[in-house]
């Protein structure tokens, strides 16, 4: 038999195992068969310790920090600017921690980083100019952006985001 075959035989058999089609020492039977008794290794499956849920919390809890920083202190605005985008840069390592990582399913430390993105979007447009319809414009092409990223890399939770953004903003000019 071709190893192709034999191949998605054995990714068959796997799959007939997790979703418990068929019991586990059939399964166990059938890929000893098809492997000529080489044995699968089966993956491994990711598990959180306690360094990982400090680093996710302490990504998660940068998006309300960098709210409060840039609008309820008194620090100068280009301080304020600063720490955002310290801010950012954590979230940033974070993020790239959690992307070689597969036991976080939901992209946060995407999400968040995209947050800021948009706290320093709204800030830095509301430092340079004063009117105020320039805001929810630079708001939709960020979210135009959120949608369009979601929508051409699958992801769901950035499209989604990027959705009730939209429908936000839109409440917001029309009321």
């Known amino acids: 038999m071709a190893t192709e075959k034999k191949e ?11 979703s418990r089609l068929l019991p586990g020492e059939y399964c166990d039977f059938l890929l000893a068969l098809y492997s000529q008794g080489e044995g699968i290794d089966e993956p491994v499956k990711p598990s959180m310790n306690l360094k990982l849920v400090f680093l996710l919390f302490s990504d998660i809890v940068m998006l309300p920090l960098t709210y ?19 801010f950012l840069l954590i979230s940033y390592a974070c993020y790239r ?3 070689n990582i597969k036991a976080v399913k939901i992209p946060v430390a995407k999400l968040v980083i995209l947050g800021i993105l948009l ?12 009117t105020p319809w320039i805001t929810p414009i630079a708001i939709s092409i960020q979210l135009a952006g959120w949608l369009i990223a979601g929508y051409k890399q699958k992801d769901k939770y950035l499209f989604g985001a990027g959705m009730i953004g939209t429908i936000m903003v839109i409440y917001y000019v029309i009321i």
């Open 119 to 130: 706290i320093i979007t709204i800030d830095i447009v509301q430092m340079v100019t004063k």
């Open 8 to 18: 998605i035989i054995i990714r068959e058999i796997q799959q007939w195992k997790q």
């Open 97 to 99: 921690v959690f992307s």
């Open 68 to 86: 409060l920083v840039i609008n309820f202190t008194e620090f100068p605005d280009r301080l304020q600017m600063f720490l955002a985008f310290i």
